[in-house]
């Protein structure tokens, strides 16, 4: 099936796909820039994110926008989503049922976005799209893939961090090589010329 932005997102609002729908408040659906060229996914809705519909929106995405502020990105230039659009109980790691039953969704995303680079926030998101259940994400973070001519990224989740601040500074690298990476890939606006 073709999709559009709209018609995604009406399928999506009623959906009952998986047991994750009997207690969400919201879907949230993802947001950003429908022409952006990098694709941040996430695991899933938390606490806030199910009250305001709207991803990264509590204490991690708070820190999701000091990170990417830190290599002069903002929402404005990339789309944020999340492996399954509804908040699992007590902010468990959602069943493979789950992400399963919400899969289609992202794939449609993806599509309908084409990014470039796809950043994957945490050991969930870089399992289901790099297809290894036993992926660790200390291992794993920084080490650049390629997926069907998408470049991917692992890298810690925000609220991981928030856990453990002290992996900071290898977020903070892998930040730097996602900058790069653009650079390399011409993803950014050149600077402004001086004095014109
Ligand atoms: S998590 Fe995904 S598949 Fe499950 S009900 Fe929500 S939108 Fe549907």
Redesign the pocket.
């Known amino acids: 099936m073709e999709w559009t932005w709209e018609s995604l997102r009406a399928q999506?609002e009623g959906?009952?796909?998986?047991p994750?729908?009997e207690r969400?408040q919201h879907?949230v659906f993802g947001e950003g820039n429908p022409q952006a060229k990098v694709l941040l996914v996430g695991e899933g809705p938390g606490e806030v994110e199910d009250k305001e519909g709207r991803p990264f929106v509590g204490p991690a995405g708070q820190l999701l926008d000091r990170m990417l502020a830190s290599i002069g990105l903002d929402r404005n230039g990339v789309y944020i989503a999340n492996i399954?659009?509804?908040r699992p109980p007590q902010n468990r790691v959602p069943l493979p049922q789950?992400v399963e039953?919400?899969l289609p969704?992202l794939r449609a995303q993806v599509r309908l976005l084409r990014p470039a680079i796809i950043v994957a926030l945490g050991g969930t998101a870089a399992k289901v799209i790099l297809h290894d259940e036993d992926l660790r994400i200390t291992r794993e973070r920084g080490r650049w893939h390629s997926v069907k001519g998408v470049e991917l990224l692992a890298t810690y989740h925000p609220s991981f961090l928030l856990r453990s601040p002290e992996r900071k500074r290898e977020a903070w690298e892998d930040l730097k090589a996602l900058r790069a990476r653009m650079e390399l890939m011409g993803l950014l606006e050149p600077p402004e010329a001086e004095g014109v």
């Open positions: 999506m959906c009952t796909r998986c994750l729908c969400r879907i399954v659009k509804c789950e039953a919400c969704f």
